[in-house]
């Protein structure tokens, strides 16, 4: 009887360890198959995102993000010129006015501190064009001329008429006249209602 007892513990041990077995198996196959299917799931939606990114309005709006960044990047830097700009400008104020190196040079002086001037004028517009163009997201056709005419302007200010041609002259003429025309049509354009 013994016997037959150990035997019958042995079998159930047997079929324990083959249920054991199965169970396992089937479990590891189960976990398998929900990983594949989660995998499968996380593919689907990686192109379907992929896809999403690819249209023509989500890559124009990746190219405004980097625009603007490139635009406060730039407004950054130009802060840096006008700060350079200014210290440059209160330097030179300080050595030549101030402490009036040579007496009879003032005319030349004044030139150079107009020059100079304006130097931080065409940095301040400049910031006013990048600046409009983070609150607006246009380039202000406008705003780039009244620059273009500062700059020509500082150009004829600080002008030494010993060392320039003629052709030089009529060059910055023209340049004014071109600029000036295409300010007042800008202007006009822009007062006129909208419909």
Same mark, same amino acid.
């Given at each position: ?6 035997e019958l513990?042995v ?13 396992? !198996?089937?479990f590891? !196959?189960l976990? /398998?198959?929900?990983?594949?299917q989660r995998?499968a799931?996380?593919?689907r939606?990686? !192109?379907k $995102?992929f ?9 124009m709006?990746?190219?405004? $993000?980097?625009?603007v960044?490139v =635009? ?6 130009? @802060?840096i010129?006008?700060?350079a =700009? ?5 330097v030179f104020?300080?050595k030549?006015?101030?402490l009036? =190196? $040579?007496?009879?040079? /003032?005319?030349?002086?004044l /030139?150079?501190i /107009?020059?100079?001037f @304006?130097n931080v004028l065409i940095?301040l517009e400049i910031?006013?064009n990048?600046t409009g163009?983070l609150k607006?997201?246009?380039l202000?056709?406008?705003?780039v ?6 700059a020509? =302007?500082?150009?004829?200010?600080i ?9 030089d002259?009529?060059g910055?003429g023209?340049a004014?006249?071109s600029?000036?025309?295409s300010?007042l ?6 007062s006129?209602?909208?419909?």
């Amino acid at each position: 009887m013994r016997e037959n007892h150990r035997e019958l513990l042995v079998k159930q041990k047997q079929k324990h360890k083959r249920f054991d077995l199965s169970t396992s !198996f089937f479990f590891c !196959f189960l976990t /398998f198959d929900l990983l594949l299917q989660r995998g499968a799931k996380q593919m689907r939606r990686f !192109f379907k $995102n992929f896809r999403q990114l690819t249209t023509d309005e989500s890559f124009m709006h990746l190219i405004e $993000n980097i625009e603007v960044i490139v =635009a406060k990047i730039l407004s950054i830097c130009m @802060l840096i010129v006008i700060l350079a =700009a200014i210290g440059d400008l209160v330097v030179f104020i300080t050595k030549e006015l101030l402490l009036f =190196a $040579n007496y009879g040079s /003032f005319y030349k002086t004044l /030139f150079k501190i /107009f020059g100079l001037f @304006l130097n931080v004028l065409i940095a301040l517009e400049i910031l006013e064009n990048i600046t409009g163009y983070l609150k607006k997201h246009v380039l202000q056709v406008e705003l780039v001329i009244v620059t273009s005419l500062i700059a020509v =302007a500082r150009k004829i200010i600080i002008l030494d008429l010993d060392k320039v041609s003629g052709m030089d002259i009529i060059g910055l003429g023209i340049a004014v006249l071109s600029l000036s025309v295409s300010y007042l049509i800008i202007r006009i354009g822009n007062s006129k209602p909208r419909n």
